[in-house]
T-cell receptor, first 116, second 115 residues
Framework: AQSVAQPEDQVNVAEGNPLTVKCTYSVSGNPYLFWYVQYPNRGLQFLLKYITGDNLVKGSYGFEAEFNKSQTSFHLKKPSALVSDSALYFCAVRDGRSTGGFKTIFGAGTRLFVKA | DSGVTQTPKHLITATGQRVTLRCSPRSGDLSVYWYQQSLDQGLQFLIHYYNGEERAKGNILERFSAQQFPDLHSELNLSSLELGDSALYFC??????????????FGPGTRLTVL
């Protein structure tokens, strides 16, 4: 069965410093991996997705993610954190169905606090 | 603004009751998805519809049902409500053209409180 794990409930970083939010996955077959962000009282917003090929994926708002097959990881990164990046971040994996549909499995989420 | 609308924003009801949550996808999107977000269970996939047909089902209780109408809006029906059904219910939509790699756009959610 497909699963994702976000080992950190919370990450604290100072503004201007690099940030990393960790995600590991377990899949059978090709990994279809995603990152989403959720701001308070809002729905999820898509940040980026992994498509077979490039191990470094660039996404919205200056975020990027590094896919590592040997470590089964897909960590979210940003070179310089902003206070406005403070939010809840979800890693997700998709499990395709023969019907053409798919099921998205989310990690528990990591709350990012960026201090000014 | 994602372009996905959900009504109502808040819903307060009693145990044993039935409610209907409504979702209007982005213009042109054929796929609609429903999710439940609660403190104890996290974010759970419920169901996926494409152009009126059910395509994938997740951890959706038998007391819950959904459908997608010919105008592509979707409704999630929750019946015999229990206290544990209190949660934020999200709808998302996508074009349906990229399969498992489709980008989903999430609505603002409906907060359901069961008393």
């Amino acid at each position: 069965a497909q699963s994702v794990a976000q080992p950190e409930d919370q990450v604290n970083v100072a503004e201007g410093n690099p940030l990393t939010v960790k995600c590991t996955y377990s899949v059978s077959g090709n990994p279809y991996l995603f990152w989403y962000v959720q701001y308070p009282n809002r729905g999820l917003q898509f940040l980026l997705k992994y498509i077979t090929g490039d191990n470094l994926v660039k996404g919205s708002y200056g975020f990027e993610a590094e896919f590592n097959k040997s470590q089964t990881s897909f960590h979210l990164k940003k070179p310089s954190a902003l206070v406005s990046d403070s939010a809840l971040y979800f890693c997700a994996v998709r499990d395709g169905r023969s019907t053409g549909g798919f099921k998205t499995i989310f990690g528990a989420g990591t709350r990012l606090f960026v201090k000014a | 603004d994602s372009g996905v609308t959900q009504t109502p924003k808040h819903l307060i009801t009693a145990t044993g009751q039935r409610v209907t949550l409504r979702c209007s996808p982005r213009s042109g999107d054929l796929s609609v998805y429903w999710y439940q977000q609660s403190l104890d269970q996290g974010l759970q996939f419920l169901i996926h519809y494409y152009n009126g047909e059910e395509r994938a089902k997740g951890n959706i209780l038998e007391r819950f049902s959904a459908q997608q109408f010919p105008d592509l809006h979707s409704e999630l029906n929750l019946s015999s409500l229990e206290l544990g059904d209190s949660a934020l219910y999200f709808c998302a939509s996508s074009t349906g053209l990229a399969g498992v790699l489709d980008t989903q756009y999430f609505g603002p959610g409906t907060r359901l409180t069961v008393l």
